[in-house]
């Protein structure tokens, strides 16, 4: 279809958009940028906070935010009336506000701060309002809620309802006592949370934010009979940069592993390395599940996210999930047996920190059978957020910190575990290994382009030697379940199926550097991260998981061989049907 | 208990008659309303499970407008005029006696389900401000201290 172009005027500059255009956009065309706060690009259109509004000839201001760009429309974005109009909606808005803006964890990456600072508001009390005083709801082990800060923008609730099709989340009650919460009372670990974080990375300011563990890992660091051991995600070399300055889509993986070395963790090792094991474990669970007529669709099991819903909300689907352990996992279970060993250190000394792009993780560490003789796989899990907060905090200047390479024994990784942390990677991973075992022959070309790129749902047919396999990929809990109605209503038949709970994959996991709704209008987070995940597979002198050294030494000196007998006690597991509420 | 199943089986047929038009929440909620007299939490799961909307959604909705009550009312309902005539002698005091006896804040209902305490607008016996009514006995001409003996009396009354 053409598009219809429509010309309109903005602040005396002519603009030249197609037609559907939001006033808001076509001003971003123009070089201007509205101020924003409830708007979050094609999530949360709703024109509720009125921070966008403009002076487009109505009777009124009208929000810019939903209002179409109409052809010759002239439109003020920034006179006297429209200045005093928002500051007196942020005066408003500050008057309920508990201001902390020295320890609040989103200082400085706050979306009402910066307006506060851009628009020149008093930070003081200009309207006396009467506070509501919210009890902080930490229970759960993911997500902490603090209504105390929440500006009522309904942000996390478009994401938790439309975009994972989860809704625990809702406003209650009206006027001044309206808040964002539970319904009945119920506090997030009560309800069928996944724990993905998603409301987190899409709150404007300090209301939401990750179950902040680092004072466990400076404890464990302090602890001279603790061995500690840690291991960052494929996605956290992707955006950790961005804490620091760098521009989106650097990968740092070199200074992260310098700067964990310096934090003082005794072995820095890489989840990469547990995820090429993964790849081990779940390709030959799949040809396995082929060959011998084995529950199908397999669908991989790395993200805790998209477990958890698939436990509560599509029970029927268990049996299709793998039994493997997801990749930090893996490698925690090898650190405290395989690695204990081969070093001789007692495993109930050792402690091993994962860091992960994902909430859920957090959730995941703690369930009870991820573990063995009384010890856990992992101890603690923190975010990206959290260690830049950490590296922060002990002074260490990321900028200027040379490169370095993970531990080795278990530090070397493929690109095929690198691309992980992308929607389809985990996909093409496998893919690559499982091409190459049953057809024993060696891939031309290793790229698998039918299974990259953002789109939430993405189907294939692969050729691997007679048989075509055909496969799915979905991102995001939302497109999750809309992929398994099909498969439950019998329209859609596959063979293997990936999906990760946040869109776009663990690149934009709930875990992960904070990015502002202004930013992401420009930007696609999930593309630009991915980026840098695929250009470093591409550098990667080995791509494919069975040509990893150290785990071949891994199976020949420890488990024997993938899908053996060691390997179901340490990195295989089990699942169960979730209810809706627990009291 | 039948009575109970009765209602339910009630709105699941309220609900299946709705279930496919847009914008079905609001009348199923005021129909749950005038089945059960009040959308309770086990009411209130019922209908997100039959509409398939969130509980967060029902609950939302029912909280927004005053017309819903959440708890069942207890056997008897006081409601306390608050209108201007007996504010200005002193029905608040009254008012915060009864919430004191009864433990209950004002729209409580007393755990054991006998009380439920309310405050409305002018019941038209400003003669004998401040007024109460309990169940649709008037009282009036009220002190707090008489308020105990009023409650015990209704305590006393064999079910
Ligand atoms: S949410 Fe933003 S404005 Fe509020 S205290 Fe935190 S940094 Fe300050
Ligand atoms: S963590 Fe995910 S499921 Fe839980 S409230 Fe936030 S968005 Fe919803
Ligand atoms: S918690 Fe954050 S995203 Fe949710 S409504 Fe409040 S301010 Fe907005
Ligand atoms: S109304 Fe447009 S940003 Fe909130």
New binding site residues.
């Given amino acids: 279809m053409e598009e219809k172009m429509i010309s309109l005027t903005i602040d005396g500059v002519q603009v030249q958009v197609p037609n559907g255009t939001t006033v808001?956009e076509a001003a971003r065309k123009a070089g201007i940028r509205i101020p924003?706060?409830?708007?979050l690009k094609g999530i949360n259109e709703?024109?509720?906070?009125?921070?966008?509004?403009v002076d487009s000839g109505a009777r009124a201001l009208q929000?810019?935010?939903?209002l179409p760009a109409a052809d010759g429309m002239v439109v003020k974005t920034n006179t006297p009336a429209i200045k005093e109009y928002r500051k007196n909606i942020l005066e408003l808005t500050l008057s309920t506000h508990k201001k902390e803006c020295l320890s609040c964890i989103r200082s400085q990456n706050c979306e009402l701060q910066k307006l506060c600072l851009e628009l020149g508001v008093e930070f003081g009390d200009k309207y006396e309002g009467i506070k509501n005083d919210y009890t902080i709801d930490d229970l759960s082990p993911s997500i902490v809620r603090d209504n105390n800060k929440c500006v009522l923008?309904r942000r996390c609730v478009s994401v938790c309802a439309h975009v994972q099709n989860i809704g625990v989340i809702g406003p209650v009650n009206r006027g001044f006592k309206t808040a964002i919460e539970s319904p009945w009372g119920f506090k997030l670990n009560q309800m069928a949370c996944i724990n993905c974080g998603q409301c987190i990375v899409n709150c404007p300011v300090g209301a939401l934010h990750e179950k902040d563990d680092t004072d466990e890992v400076w404890a464990l660091l302090a602890d001279p009979d603790k061995y500690v051991v840690v291991q960052p995600a494929p996605a956290v070399r992707a955006a950790l940069g961005e804490e620091f300055g760098f521009p989106m889509g650097t990968s740092v993986t070199g200074k992260m592993a310098s700067a964990l070395r310096r934090l003082g963790f005794d072995k820095v090792f890489d989840t990469d390395f547990g995820a090429d094991l993964t790849i081990m474990e779940e390709a030959t669970e799949l040809v396995e599940r082929i060959s011998n007529g084995g529950k199908l669709p397999m669908i991989t099991s790395c993200s805790p996210g998209w477990i958890k819903f698939c436990e509560t909300y599509y029970p029927d689907f268990i049996d299709n999930l793998s039994s493997c352990k997801s990749p930090h996992q893996m490698n925690g279970a090898m650190i405290k047996t395989y690695f204990a060993e081969k070093m001789n250190i007692d495993p109930h000394k050792i402690a091993v920190v994962s860091v992960m792009p994902c909430t859920a993780k957090k959730f995941e560490a703690k369930r009870p059978e991820m573990g063995h003789d009384g010890m856990a796989d992992v101890d603690v899990v923190i975010t990206t957020r959290e260690l830049a907060r950490m590296i922060k905090k002990a002074g260490i200047d990321f900028n200027a910190i040379p490169e370095s390479d993970f531990d080795s024994l278990m530090g070397e990784s493929t690109g095929a575990a690198v691309i992980f942390g992308a929607t389809g990677g985990v996909m093409e991973a496998a893919l690559r290994t499982a091409y190459e075992t049953i057809t024993g022959t060696k891939l031309k070309d290793v790229e698998f382009h039918e299974v990259r790129g953002i789109k939430g749902i993405k189907e294939a047919t692969i050729k691997i030697g007679d048989s075509d396999v055909s496969v799915a990929v979905a991102s995001g809990t939302g497109n999750a379940g809309k992929l398994l109605d099909e498969i439950r209503k019998g329209n859609k038949n596959y063979t293997f199926i990936e999906i990760m709970a946040c869109p776009g994959g663990c690149v934009n996991g709930g875990g992960q550097p904070i990015v502002s709704a202004q930013e992401k209008m420009d930007k696609d987070i999930r593309v630009e991260r991915a980026k840098a995940l695929y250009e470093e597979d591409r550098a990667k002198a080995l791509r494919k998981s069975h040509d990893n050294t150290e785990i071949k030494t891994l199976y020949t000196e420890y488990l024997g061989k993938p899908g053996g007998h060691k390997s179901h006690e340490l990195l295989h597991t089990h699942y169960q049907k979730r209810p809706l509420y627990t009291d | 208990m039948d009575q109970s199943k009765e209602k339910f089986a009630q709105l699941q047929e309220l609900i299946d008659s709705l279930k496919n038009q847009p914008g079905a929440l609001m009348p199923v909620l005021q129909g749950a309303q005038g089945i059960f007299g009040c959308v309770s939490e086990d009411v209130q799961k019922f209908i997100a499970e039959g509409l398939g909307v969130t509980l967060s959604e029902v609950y939302g909705v029912a909280t927004f407008y005053a017309q819903f009550s959440l708890h069942p009312k207890g056997k008897y309902l006081i409601s306390v005029c608050l209108g201007t005539a007996c504010y200005v002698k002193g029905s608040q005091t009254i008012l915060d006696k009864l919430s004191e006896v009864l433990e209950i804040p004002v729209g409580g209902t007393t755990p054991d389900g006998k009380f439920t305490l309310e405050a409305t607008r002018c019941l038209g016996a400003c003669g004998l401000a401040p007024v109460m009514m309990i169940n649709g006995e008037v009282y009036g001409r009220l002190t707090p201290d008489v308020i105990p003996g009023i409650i015990e009396k209704y305590r006393a009354k064999e079910d």
């Fill in positions: 808001l924003t706060l409830c708007f709703i024109g509720a906070c009125r921070m966008c509004v929000a810019s935010c939903v923008c």
